[in-house]
């Protein structure tokens, strides 16, 4: 079974910066892809930023490249995504997403495309 545990997410003014962070709990981690998405209330869940396994190949939405990046941690277990330049549209629950991939490759954005899912983070942006 895998587990993902995400965490970093609280209130912050327009303009500031976070950093949410997503724990998979599988000892291969590298066998999987890992994706952020989000949803407001009333709202689709959203597609935000996808990692391949080996952490080379990366994928953002256009509403957030340039503002926020994707990467993997030396633990080698952890995904993060850094979060700049903050807009109240932003405001949304963020999940962390798993899909088993080749290593190099990046799923495709719809959220069909991950089987494993966190519980996720409240981030509120206020204007």
């Known amino acids: 079974q895998v587990q993902l545990v995400e965490s970093g997410g609280g209130l912050v003014q327009a303009g500031g910066s976070l950093r949410l962070s997503c724990v998979v709990s599988?000892?291969?981690?590298?066998?999987?892809?890992l994706g952020w998405f989000r949803q407001a209330p009333g709202k689709e869940r959203q597609f935000v930023a996808a990692?391949?396994?080996?952490?080379?190949?990366?994928n953002l939405a256009d509403s957030v490249k340039g503002r926020f990046t994707i990467s993997r941690g030396a633990a080698r277990n952890t995904v993060y995504l850094q979060m700049d330049s903050l807009k109240p549209e932003d405001t949304a629950v963020y999940l962390c997403?798993?899909?088993?991939?080749?290593?190099?490759?990046?799923?495709?954005?719809?959220?069909?495309?991950?089987?494993?899912w966190g519980q996720g983070t409240q981030v509120t942006v206020s204007s």
């Open positions: 997403a798993a899909a088993l991939r080749p290593r190099t490759v990046i799923p495709g954005t719809g959220d069909y495309e991950y089987a494993y």
């Open positions: 599988r000892r291969t981690f590298s066998d999987f892809a």
């Open positions: 990692i391949s396994g080996s952490g080379g190949s990366t």
